[in-house]
């Protein structure tokens, strides 16, 4: 008996389960105020910060939890800290940098490359990234998710050129596994597509968002699947993080990264390979270091030309080739990437 009676005690008395990723991103961080507490950091310390009411700050507390306390240049901060210099208008910075509202060929369907077709599959994201060229888009009009996917479906059905479906955003991992589900059997429904790419960086901000159950939304049809990820500093990655990586790569998808060259975050050689080496030490291969876009607001982010290639000479210098991203840019109109050298 007492050793049942203990048993009984000790499973009443565990805590409660782990969060589920949907309780992360509704206690994410939303005030400014209590950012800077959590990180002991005083708003002395920081150049301006201001409220952003269109664009708010929004960070899960998993991510503050890699930043480091009293650092007011945290490079993970500085990605997600809303501050004054957003307020400047910069010539040649605009609201629809890469002109995707031109390519936009039914709502939510960006088609712009050849074979490849991208869906805006929800405009919410897990976290704000201050850079973000997608801040401004009108996400309530465009949005591929909607009806059950049908009018994206039925479009695709019909080009037959398109072999890859690319699913993006705002992060479409913010979408629940039942819609997604509903998405990935239409697809495979299609003989000629073969391929589901996501671009999402909630396995970077939220990693509880890959559960068995998305595991198996991913991978259980024929279609061959592809993760493009976003992370831009080593010190995103913990070891949640790359637990959720390697359970990726064991189910059979394919890691890549994209980052965005940012000034002050992460501009230096040592801080890119530092990335590179710590991507491919969870399974993903750095694919894209994209130059910034010229979205309004972001200007005080911006790396030049000149530097993003010297950076770019240091990094084959010393890296392996497989693990050098390729320094691109979007250029409006342009039939792909546009590569920077
Ligand atoms: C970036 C992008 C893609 C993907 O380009 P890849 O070079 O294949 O990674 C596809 N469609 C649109 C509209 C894009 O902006
Ligand atoms: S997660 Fe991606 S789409 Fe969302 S704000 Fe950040 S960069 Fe933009």
Redesign the pocket.
């Known amino acids: 008996m007492p050793l049942l009676k203990s048993r009984i005690i000790t499973r009443t008395a565990v805590p409660c389960q782990t969060p589920t990723w949907q309780a992360m991103l509704a206690e994410a961080i939303t005030d400014v105020a209590e950012l800077l507490a959590t990180l002991d950091l005083t708003p002395a310390q920081l150049k301006n910060p201001v409220t952003h009411p269109d664009f708010p700050l929004r960070v899960p507390r998993g991510f503050v939890a890699r930043m480091e306390k009293g650092n007011a240049v945290d490079p993970l901060l500085l990605q997600v800290l809303p501050g004054a210099a957003e307020a400047c208008v910069t010539p040649g910075y605009h609201a629809d940098p ?1 002109a ?1 509202q031109d ?1 936009m060929v039914i709502p939510g369907v ?4 050849q074979g ?3 869906l805006i599959a929800t405009g919410a994201c897990a976290i704000h990234c201050r850079y973000c060229f997608r801040q401004h888009f009108p996400y309530q009009e465009a949005n591929a998710a909607r009806a059950q996917w049908q009018q994206a479906v039925t479009y695709i059905g019909q080009q037959p050129q398109l072999h ?1 479906v ?1 699913l ?1 955003g705002g992060d479409p991992l913010m979408l629940g596994d039942h819609k997604l589900q509903e998405l990935v059997l239409q697809l495979a429904a299609i003989p000629h597509v073969r391929r589901l ?1 996501i ?1 999402s960086r909630l396995p970077i901000v939220v990693p509880q968002r890959i559960t068995p159950a998305l595991i198996q939304v991913l991978t259980g049809t024929r279609l061959q699947t592809l993760m ?1 990820l976003h992370c831009n500093h080593p010190n995103e990655i913990d070891a949640e993080v790359q637990q959720a990586l390697q359970t990726m790569q064991r189910a059979g998808i394919t890691l890549l990264n ?1 980052a965005v060259l940012l000034h002050g975050i992460n501009h230096l050689p040592q801080t890119q390979r530092r990335l590179s080496e710590t991507l491919f030490h969870s399974g993903v291969l750095p ?2 270091l994209h130059m910034l876009d010229q979205v309004q607001g972001a200007a005080h982010f911006e790396v030049p030309e000149s530097a993003a290639l010297e950076l770019m000479q240091q990094l084959q210098a010393s890296l392996p080739g497989y693990l050098v991203p390729r320094l ?1 840019r ?1 250029i409006p109109g342009a039939p ?2 546009v590569p920077v050298v």
């Open positions: 890469v995707d390519a960006l088609h712009k490359y490849r077709v991208l890859e690319i993006s790419r671009h493009v994209q694919y894209y691109v979007e792909a990437k």
